[in-house]
Nanobody, 115 residues
Framework: QVQLVESGGGLVQPGGSLRLSCVVSGSAVIERYMGWYLQAPGKQRELVARITTAGNTNYADSVKGRFTISRDRAKNTMYLQMDSLKPEDSGVYYC?????????WGQGTQVTVSS
């Protein structure tokens, strides 16, 4: 079984920065890619950023130029550096690992951007 644990969320003022982390542990799977998703209040969960096993990345248009996804394989950890945060970036951020069999999800970490 794969476990994903997010951390790094919190309250930040508009224009501020946060760095989210996602530690992956458990059984080895054939991974296709990993990603960060945002579920804003009253909205469906949406892809924020994704990184493949080859290191290729893609981002939602709303975060391009402000967020950076990365990973440290030695630490089994994925990161999301979020800069120039806006109130509309608020919500619960989930990390996910997509394997050839199924998706795995963390429990989420709350990000609130407010003055």
């Amino acid at each position: 079984q794969v476990q994903l644990v997010e951390s790094g969320g919190g309250l930040v003022q508009p224009g501020g920065s946060l760095r989210l982390s996602c530690v992956v542990s458990g059984s080895a799977v054939i991974e296709r890619y990993m990603g960060w998703y945002l579920q804003a209040p009253g909205k469906q969960r949406e892809l924020v950023a994704r990184i493949t096993t080859a290191g290729n990345t893609n981002y939602a248009d709303s975060v391009k130029g402000r967020f950076t996804i990365s990973r440290d394989r030695a630490k089994n950890t994925m990161y999301l550096q979020m800069d120039s945060l806006k109130p509309e970036d608020s919500g619960v951020y989930y990390c996910s690992q997509t394997s050839t069999v199924r998706d795995y999800w963390g429990q989420g970490t709350q990000v609130t951007v407010s003055s």
